[in-house]
Every structure is written in C-alpha cells, then in structure tokens.
C-alpha cells in the first residue's frame, strides 16, 4: 500500500466556525499520527469543531481508529464530554458535539461502524448536512 494521505484544511460557517479537514488516501499504520499531528495543532491554535470529509479515504486500517479515537479524546479533553463517556458505557450513545464525520465509502464506514465509533461520532452524508449539525 502506498503511504500517500494528503490532507486540504478548509474554513466553514455553520451558527460556529468549522475547520474541515478533506482527507484523501489511506489512513493506515504509516501515517495515523500525520493526522493526529494536524488535528493536534489546529486544536492547540483554538479549534473547536472539526469535520473529518473522508469522501477520498481509500483506506482505513485499525491505525486509522487508533486516529480517530485519539482526534475524538483531543477534541474533548477539557469538555464535559468526558463525564458523559460514562453513560456511553451503560449502552447510551453519547454524540460528539465538537468533531463529525462526512460521507466515508462504504469500506471505511464499515470499518468505523465495526469497531463501534458511530456511537459517538455522527456520520453525515454530505458536508452541508455536517455543518448544518453544529
């Protein structure tokens, strides 16, 4: 496989400013923590809310969740979602308020639905719909 992911920032407006980050290629083991790297310092800088548009992504391995997980925990790390964490747990989804997810191929929607992360990640269908979700 080829380690090529590229990564375009963009700015939306919805009722609060979104960054989105259009995703293209693989999100594998070679390069997960180039994506954590970026969401890291987007967050740092003042980032509040984040869309993941992974129309492009060919191909997510379980790194690429190691990802995932890891944006979702800096996203929230001094928000009151982590209280909520515990009733997700208990069965109940808890959505994340700060981070959503654009229209992943069905590959990698399975590979993210499999592993559990729909629970707490929205997936939209299309980046109007995401922005329309802040």
Same mark, same amino acid.
């Given at each position: 496989?080829?380690?090529?992911?590229? !990564? +375009? !920032?963009?700015? /939306?407006?919805?009722? +609060?400013? @979104?960054? !989105?980050? #259009?995703?293209? =290629? /693989? @999100?594998? $083991? #070679?390069?997960?923590?180039?994506?954590?790297?970026? +969401?890291?310092? %987007? !967050?740092?800088?003042?980032?509040?809310?984040? @869309?993941?548009?992974?129309?492009?992504?060919?191909?997510?391995?379980? %790194? =690429?969740?190691? %990802?995932? #997980?890891?944006?979702?925990?800096?996203? *929230?790390?001094?928000? /009151?979602?982590?209280?909520?964490?515990?009733?997700?747990?208990?069965?109940? %989804?808890?959505n994340?308020?700060?981070?959503?997810?654009?229209?992943?191929?069905? *590959?990698?929607?399975?590979?993210?639905t499999?592993?559990?992360?729909?629970?707490?990640? /929205?997936? #939209?269908?299309?980046l109007?719909? $995401?922005?329309?979700?802040f």
């Open positions: 496989m080829s380690s090529d992911m590229q !990564v +375009v !920032v963009s700015q /939306e407006q919805g009722r +609060v400013p @979104i960054t !989105v980050f #259009h995703v293209k =290629g /693989e @999100i594998g $083991a #070679h390069n997960y923590d180039q994506l954590q790297s970026q +969401v890291s310092e %987007a !967050v740092e800088s003042g980032m509040r809310d984040l @869309i993941l548009d992974l129309r492009e992504v060919t191909y997510m391995s379980s %790194a =690429g969740l190691r %990802a995932l #997980h890891a944006i979702f925990q800096k996203m *929230h790390a001094d928000d /009151e979602m982590k209280k909520g964490m515990d009733d997700w747990w208990q069965g109940r %989804a808890v994340s308020p700060h981070l959503k997810i654009v229209a992943p191929p069905s *590959h990698v929607l399975k590979t993210i499999a592993a559990g992360f729909d629970v707490f990640l /929205e997936v #939209h269908k299309s109007k719909d $995401a922005v329309g979700s």
